[in-house]
Each structure stands twice: as C-alpha cells, then as structure tokens.
C-alpha cells in the first residue's frame, strides 16, 4: 500500500469513529427524555377505591347527580309530563282523522244523485223511459206480454254473455239496464236493431229485449245496476 493511501484509509476511519460516538451520545439524551416524561404524568382512576390496594368494585360518588327533592317529586313529575304528551297526542291524531273523514265523504249533490226514484205508475207498458243517474242514462223499460216470452224463450245458453232472463230482472215486466254500450260506450238507440231490443249505431252492436248482446262487437250484455222497489209503483236506482 502506497502512503498516500494509508493516510486516506486512517482520516476515514477517525471520521467513521467521531460520528458513531455522536450517534450514540444522541441516543443516550432521548432515552433519558422519555424515561422522565414517563415517571412526570400520572392517571388517577375514579374506580380505584380509597385505599391504597386495587379495588375495582368500589362505586364513584354520584351525590352531586342526585334528586333532592325526594322520590315523590320526581313521580308528580313524570306522570305530569306523561299525561300530558298524551292528552296533546290524542287531540292532534283526533284531527287528522276528523279532517280527513270530511275531505273524503260524499258532498251533499253528490249524495243526492247516488239514488234516484222513478214513478213507475206514468210509464205506459211497451215504452222506454231514459233517466240519468250518476252521470249515466239508464234504460227502464215496461215490457209487454210478448217481450217476456220471447226474452224468456231465448236460447240464452249459446249467447256471447250467456245469461237467463230471470237474473237480469226482479219483475219480468221492468227491465232496467245501463244505457252505455259495453263495446266502447256509446248510447244505443232503443226499439231498434235486429232482435227488437236496443241498437248501438257507433260500430253495429244489437241488443235483444233482455239487454243482451246478439250481434256487433259489443262483448258484454247490458249492465243492469242495483234497483229495487220499495212500492208496487215505484223504483228506486242505487
Ligand atoms: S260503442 Fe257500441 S258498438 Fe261500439
């Protein structure tokens, strides 16, 4: 080795020594730092007891939390508010439901057109009265000797909406129908047609003297709606 090598190799090693003793004296001040932050703080547990030795059942003192007016007062409380949360509930679903079964029922003309009385003594037998109820016309119509037979007669069996005549009247002598074709909802014209009942003109639909679909388009037969007669000469629709 060449001397000028020899002094390079030992300035290194004298530098690599100064710098791993600084490193260590560094070292050495942080481990006394956190040994003398470690001993500084201290944690006092409220569950610890009052002795000395590690009691963990003793309870923390809540006195300052505690109710000085006594138990009863507490109650006289709470009923109080309980009752009266109640009582403010009660009132507040009553109106709701007050309001709202008002909104929701039938003004008084409406409830006047939901039945309509007929004085059956001025329809002479053999003619149709149209009359409107809810909107819609309805077809009553006295039937003749003739026109109870032949709708009784029918071979109701093999119709598009098979039906007898004696469940689409209460009286063979008053037919009372809907007057809205059950195709698309015109108005059929009465005593017309090819069976002598009603005809609807709209699309071609014949109806026999019982109301029921013959021929057209039409599917259903003639609704008959609620009726009743409360007297030999009256009816009553709805
Ligand atoms: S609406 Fe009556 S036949 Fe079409």
Request: aromatic share 6%.
């Given at each position: 080795m060449s001397p000028l090598s020899s002094t390079a190799a030992s300035v290194l090693r004298q530098g690599a020594r100064q710098q791993l003793s600084a490193l260590r004296t560094q070292k050495r001040g942080m481990a006394d730092a956190y040994t003398k932050a470690t001993t500084a703080s201290s944690y006092s547990s409220p569950f610890r007891g009052t002795s000395d030795r590690r009691d963990t059942t003793a309870i923390p003192d809540f006195k300052k939390y505690?109710?000085?007016?006594g138990e009863n007062t507490q109650k006289v409380f709470q009923y109080f508010m309980v009752g009266s949360m109640g009582a403010v509930t009660a009132l507040g679903a009553k109106a709701t439901v007050q309001d709202f079964l008002v909104n929701m029922s039938a003004s008084a003309d409406v409830l006047a057109q939901a039945k309509v009385e007929v004085d059956l003594a001025s329809i002479p037998e053999g003619k149709n009265v149209i009359i409107k109820w809810r909107g819609k016309p309805v077809f009553i119509r006295h039937r003749t000797e003739d026109e109870i037979k032949e709708a009784e007669d029918a071979?109701?069996?093999?119709?598009?909406d098979p039906q007898p005549d004696s469940d689409r009247v209460k009286k063979p002598e008053w037919l009372i129908m809907l007057g809205v074709c059950t195709h698309l909802g015109c108005v059929p014209i009465g005593e017309a047609g090819d069976f002598g009942g009603w005809f609807c003109p709209c699309h071609g639909s014949h109806y026999d003297i019982s109301g029921r679909?013959?021929?057209?388009?039409?599917?259903?037969?003639l609704e008959v709606p609620a009726y009743d007669f409360p007297t030999e000469e009256s009816l009553v629709i709805g």
């Open positions: 505690r109710n000085s007016g071979k109701w069996e093999a119709l598009r679909i013959r021929k057209g388009p039409a599917p259903l037969n």
